[in-house]
């Protein structure tokens, strides 16, 4: 079946713009997780959705973060009053429930802020 | 913050030799995984070892884990051009969620 997908691949922003991005679990997972990997670094976890809740949202840098997910299935991440250090690889994945130990993971949005 | 910890940060090697690469990491874990990342996107996830086991092997891939040491070992036998990418080592702890070391970049020349 469809892994998991993200949209946009690419997204460039001046400074200041708020942007939003999208993730789209395999249908039937549960779980999603949000991550951000800066340039030539590890991931970074950002959030953790089980079903629309957020029992986890300690890695969210800011307030000017934030992510909801609607129907159990597609998510999103917005990021308000983009800054330049928030240029990063924004990586989402998703387990089914009761597999939360094997994530997999969307090719990322790729967010440059100039 | 980080948990695991990857050794050596970059690794080149020729093809058919082995790649070894190490993750060491600081709390206690349920289980830890290796990833692997290839041109800076999406992750595949290659293995799982749960902290009850030693060793486990998939194909050319044997991982190790010691957990009186906290830390494990990836062994890539027999490397081909297409393992060329970075591998990162992943913990996860009662609540399921990883975390990831910094990563080996792994070169495999013909």
């Known amino acids: 079946g469809a892994g998991v997908s993200q949209s946009p691949s690419n997204k460039v922003t001046e400074k200041g713009k708020d942007v939003e991005l999208r993730c789209d679990p395999i249908s039937g997972h549960t779980a999603l997780y949000w991550y951000r990997q800066s340039l030539g670094q590890g991931l970074e976890f950002l959030i953790y959705?089980?079903?629309?809740?957020?029992?986890?949202k300690s890695g969210l840098p800011s307030d000017r973060f934030s992510a909801e997910r609607t129907g159990g299935s597609v998510s999103t991440l917005t990021i308000q009053r983009t800054q330049q250090e928030d240029s990063a690889v924004y990586l989402c994945?998703?387990?089914?429930?009761?597999?939360?130990?094997?994530?997999?993971f969307g090719p990322g949005t790729r967010l440059l802020v100039l | 913050s980080q948990q695991g910890e990857e050794d050596p940060q970059a690794l080149s090697i020729q093809e058919g030799e082995n790649a070894t690469m190490n993750c060491s990491y600081k709390?206690?874990?349920?289980?830890l995984q290796w990833y692997r990342q290839n041109s800076g996107r999406g992750l595949v996830h290659l293995i799982l070892?749960?902290?009850?086991?030693r060793e486990k092997h998939s194909g050319r891939l044997r991982v190790t884990l010691d957990t009186s040491k906290k830390s494990s070992s990836l062994l890539i036998t027999a490397s081909r051009a297409a393992d060329t990418a970075s591998y990162f080592c992943?913990?996860?702890?009662?609540?399921?969620?990883?975390?990831f070391g910094a990563g080996t970049t792994v070169t495999v020349r013909a």
């Open positions: 959705f089980q079903g629309n809740s957020a029992p986890d």
């Open positions: 992943a913990t996860v702890s009662n609540d399921y969620k990883l975390s």
């Open positions: 709390t206690s874990i349920n289980n």
């Open positions: 994945a998703s387990t089914r429930w009761g597999h939360q130990e094997t994530q997999y």
């Open positions: 070892i749960r902290s009850n086991e």
